[in-house]
Each structure stands twice: as structure tokens, then as C-alpha cells.
């Protein structure tokens, strides 16, 4: 089944614990992406990586780190996650030259105390 | 940079119509998209259009392109329960960046 995996699901940190999430896809996808989505504001692109260690910063890249060292993976590092961090996370990808066939992983919540 | 604003709620009666409305501001997008959220789930593409359209039909949904005003509707027929979600308009330029607006909660009242 063609899928996007996050893990975790649901995440409680406390302020400064660094912590990864992980985002995996089975499609052979190039384009991979990070949002978050807040009341009110929608999704915001966080990062994106147009395929393996080819990154970009999107609209709301301040706090966070992605590395693509292979293709199926795209974590998202919170190097010190501070408590306006606090949101869902959502990872997705979609082919070269395909960008209305994007696929969405289940999401993360993350809170930071 | 490109823009989209949606409404943040619509309540319909189960069976009525539902038409969800979206404008953005970037003439350029080449696709624009229709999302669903269901709750604690992720999005899930619900359609697609590209600019040199004006219109797309697909089953009970209708979506249409007024690109002189830079408008988008999805028109969503017999309304059920279970069409209660969130749904996003997102604009692409073909690029690697998709702009979503904020969401409109459709509540659907049995």
C-alpha cells in the first residue's frame, strides 16, 4: 500500500529536549515535504527537499533542522523545541513534476511544556 | 507571494448543497486543490484543478475557477454526515511550494 508514515503520533517534551520525527514514504517519491498546520493559519511548508541531500527552507523554517540522506526518508529535528512549537505536524511527498498528486502522512502532535 | 483565504465555518442542513469558497492572490498558481481533513486524520486530495480550466465535475463535487476574480469554489451535492471536515484550498505555481488556506469547518446538521 503507498503510504507516508510519521512517527511519532503524538509527542509531550519539555522546552530545550532535543527530538526527531521521523517521516517515511514507499513511493519513490523526489519531492518531500514538512508543515505544520495551526488554528486559524492552515498548513505552513516548514522544509522541503526536492530529492536526496537537495533541502530548502519554506515559510517557517526558524527552529527546525531536515536532512534527506535517502530517498523514502525526511526527518524533521527539533534542536531545542521551545513551547510555540506546540502543533501538528504533517509530512508528505509527491513526484517529480506531480505537485497535485501530494501524498500526507497521519500527522504528528507535538507539545512542548 | 501567494495568498488564500477561505472561510473558517459553513453549516448545512444534511441533503442542501454546501459551497465552500476560496480566493487567492498569485495569477500564477497552475493547479489549485481541493483538500478534506477528517478529525485526527491527515489531508486527503480531494480534487484538482489546473488554471486553463474552469470548471471540473467529479461524482457530487463541483469546482469552479472564476480566474478573472481569482475565486474557487467546491460545491458539494446531497451533503451527508460524514462530508463533516475541514476543507483547505492549496494553490501550487508547479513548483515546490503549496500555499493552503485556513480551512473551512463544514458542519453538517442531520
Known amino acids: 500500500e503507498a503510504q507516508v508514515t510519521q512517527n511519532p503520533r503524538y509527542l509531550i517534551t519539555v522546552t530545550g529536549k532535543k527530538l526527531t520525527v521521523t517521516c517515511s514514504q514507499n513511493?519513490?517519491?523526489?519531492?518531500m515535504s514538512w508543515y505544520r498546520q495551526d488554528p486559524g493559519l492552515g498548513l505552513r511548508q516548514i522544509y522541503y527537499s526536492m530529492n536526496v541531500e537537495v533541502t530548502d527552507k519554506g515559510d517557517v523554517p526558524e527552529g527546525y533542522k531536515v536532512s534527506r540522506k535517502e530517498k523514502r526518508n525526511f526527518p524533521l529535528i527539533l534542536e531545542s523545541p521551545s513551547p510555540n512549537q506546540t502543533s501538528l505536524y504533517f509530512c508528505?511527498?509527491?513526484?517529480?513534476?506531480?505537485?497535485?498528486?501530494?501524498?500526507f502522512g497521519p500527522g504528528t502532535r507535538l507539545t512542548v511544556t | 507571494g501567494e495568498d488564500v483565504e477561505q472561510s473558517l465555518f459553513l453549516s448545512v442542513r444534511e441533503g442542501d448543497s454546501s459551497v465552500i469558497n476560496c480566493t487567492y492572490t498569485d495569477s500564477s498558481s497552475t493547479y489549485l486543490y481541493w483538500y478534506k481533513q477528517e478529525p485526527g486524520a491527515g489531508l486527503q486530495l480531494l480534487t484538482y484543478?489546473?488554471?486553463?480550466?474552469d470548471m471540473k465535475q467529479d461524482q457530487r463535487l463541483t469546482v469552479l475557477l472564476n480566474k478573472k476574480d481569482k475565486h474557487l469554489s467546491l460545491r458539494i451535492a446531497d451533503t451527508q454526515t460524514g462530508d463533516s471536515a475541514i476543507y483547505f484550498c492549496a494553490g501550487n505555481t508547479g513548483g515546490f511550494k503549496t500555499i493552503f488556506g485556513a480551512g473551512t469547518r463544514l458542519f453538517v446538521k442531520a
Open positions: 508528505a511527498s509527491n513526484r517529480q513534476g506531480v505537485s497535485y498528486e501530494q501524498y
Open positions: 513511493m519513490n517519491h523526489e519531492y
Open positions: 484543478i489546473f488554471s486553463n480550466m
